[in-house]
Structure formats: structure tokens, C-alpha cells
């Protein structure tokens, strides 16, 4: 895909999608959770989840179901040390001063995101995630957003949540390959990146969200 064709997609979108983990956030929020809190048998069903052995909403099931009892305190303490990168808020207040609607679409849990999105008052953005529910110091999960037909079994399935043709994706992994594919324009980082590069998918690779608020600068996004 050449730069100025790039550009014009860019011009005919009002609307970016965009993971959350590892991506507006600086770590899997998700997996550094299990690292500290779960049975280390966590590890067993993640790699059965990359090998491609369970599908993501299988894995997530065996890996909640692994977490102990947990006081809110020490939740709270928790979800308040998820950090995320230090330019998302300037990306967010540049794609919205252009009329750009930024929806998260997860395959990990909406309390993370959505505490993290309040803690810096960013409470008008639209997600989309696996439900971890919290009760009496106990976790489980529901998956609202589980589409029976998704290719990869996610218990989010991200490409039944974009209908548009033409869209903005920005992603870092595993769980973003399917929606990337479709993707108009690509924003990948680490591991998405890798992959988009091996198998000759157009993509453009970020660090921060810096490099895409200077992108768009750049080709001067605009409606």
C-alpha cells in the first residue's frame, strides 16, 4: 500500500478501533494480574492458547478460575497501578478534535478498562470486553460479546464489532490478527507488527502514540 493511498484512506475515516492491552496500555494488564495474583497453573493454559490448542474464551475461563479470593482493597490497588502510554491522551484529544470516534474493542476484562479509562478522565470512550465479574472477593467471567461463529474463539470477537468497510485499527498481538487483516489502515506494534511482516501485511509500526499523532500529522488526517 503506498503512503498516498494510505493517506486517502485515512481522509474517509471517522472511526478507529483500537486493543487495549499492551497497547494503550504499557503491559497485558490482564496477564500481569495472573502473574501476580493467580496459581501459577495459568501459564499452562496460555501457552495451550498460543499454540493454537484452546481457542482465547476457553483459556480466560481456566484462567479466572484460578485466581484466589482477593479484597477490594487489594483490587483496587491493583487496577490503580495499571500504567498506560503517556501519549494516549494526547491521541485521544487530537482524533476527537477532528470528529474521530475511538472505540476499544478487548479480549481482556471492561473493570480493567474501565477504571483505568476514569482514572484519567476519559469516561465518553466506547469499549467492548470480556465481563470479569467481581462479587464477595470472588472472579468470574461472562462474555456478552461472544459471537458462537468467530474464527479464532475469542470471548470478544473483535471483527463482529466493526461493521465499517473502511477503518483505522491500532493493535499488538495475538488477538488483533483477525480484525488487522481487514484493516484499512494498521497500526502495529510488537508482536502484531512481527506478524504483519512475516506474512506481508500492510501495516505501519508504532512505539507510542506519539508516532501516530505525528503520522497523521504528517499526511494531514482530516474528515
Not at 28 to 38: G, K, L, M, Q, S
Not at 136 to 156: D, L, R, T, W, Y
Amino acid at each position: 500500500m503506498t503512503e498516498m493511498l494510505q493517506e486517502n484512506y485515512l481522509k474517509n475515516i471517522n472511526k478507529i478501533y483500537c486493543d487495549f492491552d499492551g497497547t494503550i496500555t504499557k503491559k497485558d494488564a490482564v496477564n500481569t494480574f495472573f502473574e501476580i495474583y493467580a496459581d501459577p497453573k495459568w501459564t499452562y493454559y496460555e501457552n495451550l492458547w498460543t499454540e493454537g490448542k484452546i481457542s482465547s474464551r476457553e483459556n480466560a475461563i481456566k484462567q479466572v478460575a484460578l485466581l484466589p479470593e482477593l479484597s477490594q482493597e487489594k483490587l483496587n490497588e491493583y487496577i490503580d497501578s495499571i500504567e498506560i502510554d503517556e501519549y494516549f491522551v494526547d491521541f485521544v484529544n487530537y482524533i476527537q478534535s477532528k470528529d474521530i470516534e475511538l472505540i476499544i474493542i478487548s479480549d481482556g476484562f471492561d473493570l480493567f478498562i474501565e477504571k483505568t479509562l476514569q482514572k484519567h478522565n476519559l469516561r465518553n470512550i466506547k469499549y467492548f470486553a470480556n465481563h470479569l465479574k467481581y462479587e464477595n472477593g470472588k472472579f468470574s467471567i461472562e462474555f456478552p460479546h461472544f459471537n458462537p461463529n468467530c474464527k479464532v474463539g475469542a470471548g470478544m470477537c473483535k471483527c463482529n464489532q466493526v461493521k465499517e468497510k473502511t477503518f483505522c485499527y491500532i493493535g499488538d498481538g495475538v488477538s488483533d490478527l483477525c480484525v488487522a487483516k481487514r484493516a484499512s489502515v494498521l497500526f502495529a506494534t510488537k508482536n502484531l507488527e512481527t506478524f504483519c511482516n512475516k506474512n506481508d501485511i500492510n501495516c505501519i509500526p508504532f512505539f507510542s502514540f506519539c508516532n501516530i499523532i505525528d503520522y497523521m500529522k504528517k499526511v494531514n488526517w482530516e474528515k
